[in-house]
């Protein structure tokens, strides 16, 4: 995601990287002693990466945006087909007949934890401070859009002069720059989440260092959190609007890596839902318990170009080409996963966004651009080799610690050292956050990570790799593909046609092989049955607690 090559360059969601998200369960009679000894009813979940920020504003990573998503809410929502619904705002907005404004009256019953009302005002505070540039959101780009944003961005005007206002308290008013098709689904992402003014500033540099710190107004309040936790409740927040539509008290969380692990727990009844992969979902793939759905986080590698100052092996496009297909990602998809993820046609998800026209599939439309080919692969990179005074090169695979990239890291570094002459690959797993300041420092050589939609329009993965957006790590900077991106961006209010340039850039993102990506995951896990209503989301933060219904024995 971007700072954008245009003002539609706009990008994936950061999380850009990460985690397949999980799940909950049910109170059932033989379940824990806490449920049997308590009338309230209590779901236990897990996550594989810990929360690294609560700020709606400063948070980078999947696991953190789907925490806020529990316990904030937004002007809008997404129902169980991801179209959008009313959040805090009471309908969808009213668009000018030229696209530029949009007015938004908002609910009068919406309440912060602490009884105050959310009024109109706490948005443009909180949409203000996304895009002052001394406060650096890494998420500013989702604003760029808004009337303004980009000048406030590089210090030309103040964040007062955003092109956001409230007239009243239940009035918001947003004016746009160009016209912008999918700018309401922009908004229904915890960036454009709001915020209390009075309170935010009362708590200073405190604000969102833990759960004691922070002001709520989602479905659920969180409890036991303190940055690096790796358990924490959400609460029922009886003080949310609309807060019959789950009979849920409260949800346990625990952070949990291993599948093995995940698999123990749920057999022991501590968790009440496990995410499952390789053997495990092999051989639960036939279990009652067993639910699957396809994701649409992308998983690949990004190919550094430049480190510590300098052009790496990867700055040859021959290198960059010799990577792409010289990894076998049927063997990942069908071999170590085996859990109805697919393999990556390429950088956009299939099933996620249809021609405008026609209703095909981005990626049936596109084609599938990624493939194996061991002797060419070979041959690219002596070819990388024979232009390169250095013949023997030792690189790091950077990947998280999740269960997961252990196997697949493992597989990629035979693969790599197997096929390509002189090539040494060491693997580093580290935690999340780790990853995260590894990848914004640029201090890797290849590396396994994912991205995910944070809005419903194909830019949302392809702006990550415009030559200026904030999450292009790895130095991939072409003039064709930004040109494209920049058309695009300019059709942005006219998708028909747009459709063609985004697929045509793609095609040039894949052709010099500026990213590689492998497959594309899917939400397989065990689930109690008695769970009704989680919902899995196809772009923004993917599980949504907020509606499940338990079920009565």
């Not at 994701?295 to 690949?300: E, F, K, N």
């Not at 493992?410 to 060491?426: A, D, M, P, R």
Request: charged fraction near 25%.
């Amino acid at each position: 995601m971007k700072k954008a090559v245009s003002k539609l360059i706009k990008a994936t969601m950061i999380m850009g990287m990460f985690l397949l998200f999980s799940g909950c369960g049910g109170t059932k009679k033989d379940s824990q002693k806490e449920n049997e000894a308590s009338p309230d009813k209590i779901i236990n979940m897990m996550e594989i990466n810990e929360i690294s920020s609560m700020d709606s504003g400063n948070a980078l990573d999947g696991g953190s945006f789907i925490a806020i998503t529990q316990v904030m809410e937004g002007l809008f929502n997404l129902d169980t087909d991801d179209s959008i619904i009313p959040g805090v705002a009471e309908e969808l907005p009213e668009i000018s007949e030229d696209g530029l404004t949009y007015t938004l009256k908002l609910r009068k019953n919406a309440k912060w934890s602490n009884g105050m009302k959310v009024t109109a005002h706490d948005f443009v505070y909180a949409w203000q401070r996304v895009v002052d540039a001394n406060y650096a959101s890494p998420s500013s780009f989702l604003l760029m859009d808004i009337k303004n944003a980009e000048a406030i961005l590089g210090g030309v005007k103040q964040p007062e002069e955003l092109g956001v206002s409230a007239p009243d308290d239940y009035t918001l008013i947003v004016e746009l720059e160009a016209p912008v098709a999918y700018f309401t689904s922009v908004m229904t992402f915890p960036t454009l989440f709001p915020l209390n003014e009075s309170y935010v500033n009362e708590q200073g540099d405190n604000y969102g260092i833990d759960a004691n710190h922070l002001l709520y107004n989602g479905p659920y309040v969180l409890e036991n959190w303190e940055h690096g936790n790796q358990k924490w409740t959400y609460s029922k927040n009886d003080l949310y609007w609309n807060s019959k539509q789950s009979n849920v008290d409260k949800v346990n969380i625990q952070v949990v890596k291993e599948t093995n692990l995940a698999v123990d727990l749920y057999e022991n009844n501590e968790l009440d839902r496990a995410v499952l992969s390789g053997e495990f979902a092999k051989q639960y793939k036939n279990d009652p318990d067993y639910t699957t759905q396809l994701d649409s986080w992308v998983h690949l590698i990004e190919v550094n170009q430049i480190k510590d100052g300098e052009k790496t092996i990867f700055a040859d496009e021959n290198a960059r080409k010799a990577i792409m297909i010289g990894i076998d990602r049927d063997h990942i998809v069908n071999e170590i996963l085996d859990n109805d993820s697919r393999v990556a046609g390429g950088v956009v998800a299939a099933e996620f966004v249809r021609n405008p026209e026609s209703e095909e599939d981005f990626r049936e439309e596109s084609g599938i651009l990624t493939s194996y080919d061991k002797v060419n692969a070979q041959k690219l990179w002596k070819k990388a080799l024979s232009e390169s005074e250095t013949k023997e090169f030792t690189i790091d695979l950077l990947a998280s610690d999740q269960d997961e990239n252990k196997k697949i890291t493992e597989y990629i570094q035979y693969s790599l050292e197997e096929n390509f002459e002189g090539l040494t690959v060491n693997i580093s797993l580290l935690p999340e956050k780790s990853v995260l300041d590894r990848e914004s420092n640029q201090d890797f050589d290849l590396l396994l990570t994912r991205i995910g939609p944070d809005f419903q329009d194909p830019t949302t993965y392809l702006n990550n790799y415009a030559g200026d957006s904030f999450h292009n790590h790895s130095g991939y900077n072409s003039s064709i593909y930004n040109e494209l991106l920049q058309k695009a961006g300019e059709l942005s209010a006219k998708p028909k046609e747009s459709w063609q340039v985004l697929i045509d850039a793609e095609h040039t993102l894949l052709e010099e092989a500026g990213v590689v990506p492998l497959y594309q995951s899917a939400n397989t896990a065990l689930m109690r049955q008695d769970i009704m209503g989680m919902i899995h989301h196809l772009f923004g933060p993917p599980n949504y607690y907020g509606k499940i219904i338990l079920k009565d024995e």
